[in-house]
């Protein structure tokens, strides 16, 4: 009896931290995610792809795991793809005026501007 008394506690301990790591998806996504980018514009895309790598919008930001590329690569390619940036980061390393100025130079033109140019 003890011994079904004392599994029982391990067994509901166990649960409890389970349930409180979980979390919601939302806040577990932001943890893994890895890079983070701040579109200036309302993005269009819930979801989008530079190379091989995936971004997911939460919270008006693109979040995406850890990949091969250097973080200024996907920066540019991240731009060129929903437009300007107004804040990246990876891990801990968040770009400086400067980089991010070298990023959005070949950013996608918003809507307005791409109109106006024609």
Same mark, same amino acid.
């Given at each position: &009896?003890?011994?079904?008394?004392?599994? /029982?506690?391990? $067994?509901?301990?166990?649960? %409890?931290? $389970?349930?409180?790591?979980?979390?919601?998806? +939302?806040?577990? =996504?932001?943890?893994?995610?890895?890079?983070?980018?701040?579109? +200036?514009?309302?993005? %269009?895309?819930?979801?989008? &792809?530079?190379?091989?790598?995936?971004?997911?919008?939460?919270?008006?930001?693109?979040?995406?795991?850890?990949?091969? +590329?250097?973080?200024?690569? $996907? !920066?540019?390619?991240?731009?060129?793809?929903?437009?300007?940036?107004?804040?990246?980061?990876?891990?801990? =390393?968040?770009?400086?005026?400067?980089? $991010?100025?070298? !990023?959005?130079?070949?950013?996608?033109?918003?809507?307005?501007? /791409? &109109?106006?140019?024609?």
């Amino acid at each position: &009896m003890i011994r079904l008394l004392s599994l /029982a506690a391990a $067994l509901a301990a166990s649960a %409890a931290s $389970l349930t409180l790591a979980a979390g919601p998806a +939302e806040a577990q =996504a932001a943890r893994a995610a890895f890079y983070v980018a701040t579109p +200036e514009a309302a993005p %269009a895309a819930a979801r989008t &792809m530079t190379r091989a790598t995936g971004w997911t919008l939460r919270d008006g930001r693109y979040l995406a795991a850890r990949a091969p +590329e250097r973080p200024a690569l $996907l !920066c540019d390619l991240l731009a060129r793809d929903v437009g300007r940036l107004t804040s990246f980061s990876a891990g801990d =390393a968040t770009f400086d005026a400067d980089q $991010l100025a070298k !990023c959005n130079r070949r950013a996608k033109a918003a809507p307005a501007t /791409a &109109m106006a140019a024609r």
